[in-house]
């Protein structure tokens, strides 16, 4: 069974930084582009940011130049660092994934938990 799980979370004053992980385990062929989304009380479900190679990633506009994406292939991970934070980040950030099972198959969105990230002073 595929599963995400991040972790790094947590609450830090505005200008902080946080760094968010995700690690993707259960057995699968390959993952296509895998990512980050938030949510805030009361708001959708919006992208962060995301990545298919080392330099192909998407960044919504309101973290470019603070937020950086990366991945590590052999460790089935993906990274958030998160500089010079608001309080307007705050939300609860997801893992998102598109996963290859197997070598034939289309690829499946998986999501993880959730970790919740605070902004405050």
């Known amino acids: 069974q595929v599963q995400l799980v991040e972790s790094g979370g947590g609450l830090v004053q505005p200008g902080g930084s946080l760094r968010l992980s995700c690690v993707a385990s259960g057995g699968f062929f390959r993952i296509n582009d895998i990512g980050w989304y938030r949510q805030s009380p009361g708001k959708q479900r919006e992208l962060v940011a995301t990545?298919?190679?080392?330099?192909?990633?998407n960044y919504t506009d309101s973290v470019k130049g603070r937020f950086t994406i990366s991945r590590d292939n052999a460790k089935n991970t993906v990274c958030l660092q998160m500089n010079s934070l608001k309080p307007e980040d705050t939300a609860v950030y997801y893992c998102?994934?598109?996963?290859?099972?197997?070598?034939?198959?289309?690829?499946?969105?998986?999501w993880g938990q959730g970790t919740q990230v605070t902004v405050s002073s």
């Open positions: 998102n994934a598109a996963i290859i099972r197997s070598r034939y198959s289309f690829p499946r969105s998986y």
């Open positions: 990545i298919i190679s080392g330099t192909n990633s």
